[in-house]
């Protein structure tokens, strides 16, 4: 069955360092999206991406966020200057509401830490 | 606002039957999803509801009532592995998935 695959599982970061958090969704779906989720709190709606363009997103998802699709396959998430508060697991997900299917299909997680 | 409830823990044997209930005030409705989040992995689908009554898949089952701003997941035969968080989750507009703070279901022998 296709799944959405995430890299890497664990990223450690000084603070105000860089980091890239890649997903590679399930391959015919249409619409990407992320999701963070702190140690012991709820998933939080990040950002959703259509057609090579932000579709809507959270007021979490600030100027240090951004998002981008560079290939074919594989969809990114940058966080510019990494704050302690951002250390969570970061979902990638997607869905192919083209098709009539409403559901957002989850990767394993990124666990993000910042030091 | 957006305010979804969910009870933060339930206990239960196995074999038996659980309810976990879901209320919510969203400022957009466009259905209400299900996960299943095991420790330190990622939310995995259950069931989907947008339209009110009852969605049966094998051991799960889920409730809507939109009027009512409420839904249910019914799981029954309970099983050791279906010890989990269980998501509630509203998609506010066209794609924002809402989630509540889940409910931690703990299944003993």
């Known amino acids: 069955e296709p799944e959405v695959t995430q890299t890497p599982s664990h990223q450690v970061t000084q603070m105000g360092q860089e980091v890239i958090l890649r997903c590679v969704p399930i391959?015919?779906?249409?619409?990407f999206y992320w999701y963070r989720q702190i140690l012991g709190q709820k998933v939080e709606f990040l950002v959703s991406?259509?057609?090579?363009?932000?579709?809507?997103k959270s007021e979490i998802f600030d100027d240090q966020f951004s998002v981008e699709r560079p290939d074919g396959s594989n969809f990114t998430l940058k966080i510019r200057s990494t704050k302690l508060e951002d250390s969570a697991m970061y979902f990638c997900?997607?869905?192919?509401?083209?098709?009539?299917?409403?559901?957002?299909?989850f990767g394993p997680g990124t666990r993000l830490t910042v030091l | 606002g957006q305010n979804i409830d969910q009870p933060t823990e339930m206990t239960a044997t196995e074999g038996a039957i659980v309810q976990i209930n879901c209320t919510y005030q969203?400022?957009?409705?466009?259905?209400l999803f299900w996960y299943q989040q095991h420790a330190g992995e990622a939310p995995t689908f259950l069931s989907y509801?947008?339209?009110?009554g009852l969605e049966e898949k094998g051991r799960f089952s889920s409730f809507l009532s939109r009027s009512k701003g409420y839904s249910y997941l019914l799981l029954k035969e309970l099983q050791m592995k279906d010890s989990a968080s269980y998501l509630c989750?509203?998609?506010?507009?066209?794609?924002?998935?809402?989630f509540g703070t889940g409910t931690r279901l703990l299944v003993s022998p």
């Open positions: 997900a997607s869905s192919d509401l083209d098709r009539g299917s409403d559901t957002q299909y």
């Open positions: 989750a509203v998609r506010e507009g066209f794609q924002k998935l809402v």
């Open positions: 509801n947008v339209l009110d």
């Open positions: 991406f259509y057609n090579n363009e932000i579709s809507e």
């Open positions: 391959s015919n779906h249409l619409y």
């Open positions: 969203t400022s957009g409705f466009n259905g």
